[in-house]
């Protein structure tokens, strides 16, 4: 049985948003099983909570902003893969601001701060989303299709008209 995980202990990390320019302080916090990934804008009042829910997921132009209950947290998507990478299951994220901080453009700065708080693993079951069928999403600049498969795999082509980016692809 793969078990779930969270931190061992809290984890600060501080930062400029790359989008919005503002310092943020974020705080990862061990939770208990089950719990999920969630934010919590600890610069409003009461806390509002935004969980990492792909439905709740509002805009993706300049990067993964998320929203419930009118209130944003902008920029997730290195935090996130951070913790997806560390098999982080259940961390409580508080943050002073509307976005995370970028530091170097990757996620570098929370992997290293996630690993020096260390990780505890939970008696919980780890959940895990099954693809029994293909699924396939579109829009105007977004083609995705994710198919099933018995081995993890992903290929991925972007396509920017800018000389730093240009097209890149990428199969793993």
């Known amino acids: ?11 600060l990390c501080t930062g400029i948003g ?20 969630i934010f919590y804008r600890a610069d409003l009042p009461g806390k509002p909570a935004v969980p990492a829910d792909v439905d709740l997921v509002v805009d993706v132009s300049r990067g993964t902003t998320l929203a419930a209950n009118g209130v944003k947290v902008h920029t997730v998507e290195h935090l996130m893969a951070a913790l997806h990478g ?9 943050l002073n601001g509307d976005e995370l901080p970028n530091d170097d ?5 929370f992997v290293e701060k996630i690993l020096a708080a260390g990780i505890e693993e ?7 989303i099954t693809i029994d069928k293909p699924v396939f999403y579109s829009d105007e600049q977004t083609t995705l299709s994710i198919f099933p498969s018995d081995e993890f795999r992903i290929s991925l082509t972007i396509a920017y008209d800018h ?3 240009g097209t890149q692809y990428r199969s793993s």
């Open 163 to 165: 000389v730093a980016i």
């Open 1 to 11: 049985m793969i078990r779930q995980r969270t931190l061992r202990q809290p984890a």
């Open 122 to 128: 939970q008696n919980a079951r780890k959940n895990f």
């Open 105 to 109: 453009g990757s996620a570098k700065q």
């Open 86 to 94: 560390l098999g982080i299951d259940n961390v409580r994220i508080e």
């Open 18 to 37: 790359i989008h919005r320019g503002t310092l943020t302080e974020v705080t990862l916090l061990p939770a208990p099983e089950n719990h999920g990934i």
